[in-house]
């Protein structure tokens, strides 16, 4: 497996969104995933090229790294100071049992996942936003990592638009 650089990464994501503020980016961009995934008759298990993860697969992605990327806020919220591990997210991906779920199924638990972060990040205060930590061996603040969730979601229902829905 080929080393990235998360901070370019994380970088990326956040200039997706950096013109909106945290909590406008997470409901905003969410409520654009929900109208693309639901208007769209592409089925889950379609992948654009061979080597691809499926609709399902890459709804269950954002689900598994939203969760995980909450987890990071929450310990450096709490100051908690431990250098959180890094997750590789195609093995995720591999064991996410999404081949027995349907889009409709994945798109209850994603929405359910979505509130409980919104409700998260309400909580925090400013200065609890302003705290950081390590994960993966990055130093991430817990605002940057509310504008990675949103603008991970962006980039990964771009792709959704240009690979799967342009047939």
Known sequence: MPEHDFDEYFQYYEKLVENMELLEALVVIHERTKTIVNITDVPGDYKYAQDKWSVK????????????????????????????????????VQFDNSINRTVSDILIEYQAVRHSSVCLF???????????????????????????????????????TEKYLNQ
Do not use: W
């Open 122 to 160: 309400q909580s925090f205060t400013d200065e609890m936003l302003s705290k950081s930590g390590m994960a993966n061996g990055k130093l991430l603040s817990v605002k940057g990592i509310g504008k990675i969730i949103a603008g991970h979601e962006k980039h990964h229902i771009n792709v959704l």
């Open 57 to 92: 697969q890459l709804l269950c992605h954002l689900i598994d790294a939203e969760r995980i990327f909450c987890h990071r806020a929450l310990c450096f919220a709490r100051n908690d100071t431990t250098d959180l591990p890094g997750y590789n997210h195609d093995t995720y």
